[in-house]
């Protein structure tokens, strides 16, 4: 496979799931501000920026919910936003259009054509939840209208980096503004995680539970511990072990050590500082991203002659 579709296909799965984290996000994030009257929507829009790597105005300013979800939902100019990062999905199936199914390139396409129209016509949580709803259809076409080879590999291993990475924002939210945040429960839901935690836990409910639930559950696709394991498979699924060079070890390496911190350490001792034991996630997702980058699309690699060899 050409190094430039790789990267195309790795990129498709990274953006259409970043629309989706953050469109689960901001939808806990905006329900939060509209049922806390006294909640500091100035403050709360300024850390979720700041989770999100997103530059805040200036100090003088105010920063309101209707700034956040401009500059995080409908900015199609910032592949950061979901509406960019649909954008940006669908201009990464046109370069890989020979191998993208048809179907995955219509819907693609038509997501893009539609973002920005949903978004004028509907409320705020309604685009959310249109915005999932599309994720979940390339979700469904990736899985079942491509073959799982080297393409599907790729497309799952950018969208597991992706999920374990907005996973620990979206847990970063709520650790961080406690009480004064929307509750477990409600990230729960905005998972799609409630029914099975309940099931998982026989109906029990409490906030130490729902977090670890969220980090450390095997079974759960969103868990943080779940994504990783699926990108290591991905990983090791495109290159055998006996063929298989120092560099993309280094990818393999970060996400091991991160799911072992995660697997294998005391719930207590996982959750008793979760901001930190979540950047550390951020930072080996960060790093493996890089090592898969120079292993399988280096973009500085150029081409030199040499008298008549190349």
Excluded: K
Excluded at 208 to 234: H, W
């Amino acid at each position: 496979m050409l190094s430039r579709i790789a990267e195309s296909l790795f990129w498709i799965g990274r953006y259409v799931e970043r629309a989706d984290d953050t469109a689960r996000i901001l939808d806990v994030h905006v329900q939060m501000l509209s049922e806390e009257p006294w909640a500091e929507e100035s403050l709360a829009c300024r850390s979720l920026l700041a989770i999100m790597d997103h530059p805040a105005p200036s100090d003088d300013a105010v920063v309101g919910r209707d700034a956040v979800v401009r500059l995080l939902a409908h900015d199609r100019s910032n592949p950061s936003a979901i509406a960019g990062a649909l954008v940006a999905a669908r201009e990464n199936a046109r370069r890989a259009r020979e191998i993208v199914s048809t179907e995955l390139w219509e819907t693609l396409n038509t997501t893009r054509n539609e973002v920005s129209v949903v978004g004028r016509r509907v409320g705020a949580h309604e685009f959310f939840g249109w915005v999932r709803q599309r994720a979940a259809v390339v979700a469904g076409l990736m899985d079942s209208a491509t073959p799982h080879d080297a393409t599907w590999h790729f497309m799952v291993l950018g969208q597991s980096l992706e999920r374990a990475d907005m996973t620990a924002r979206l847990l970063t939210t709520q650790a961080r503004l406690g009480a004064a945040g929307p509750g477990w429960t409600t990230v729960l839901r905005s998972c799609g995680a409630h029914e099975a935690y309940l099931r998982a836990h026989r109906g029990r409910t409490s906030d130490v539970d729902a977090a670890g639930f969220l980090v450390r559950d095997r079974l759960f696709p969103r868990s943080i511990v779940y994504a990783l394991g699926a990108a290591d498979r991905a990983l090791r699924a495109l290159e055998p072990v006996e063929s298989r060079r120092e560099i993309s070890d280094e990818a393999v390496r970060q996400l091991g050590i991160v799911r072992a911190r995660l697997e294998f350490a005391r719930r207590t001792d996982t959750l008793e500082d979760l901001p930190a034991t979540l950047e550390q996630v951020q930072q080996a997702c960060s790093r493996a991203s890089d090592a898969i980058r120079d292993r399988y699309f280096p973009s500085s690699a150029t081409t030199a002659w040499v008298g008549e060899a190349l």
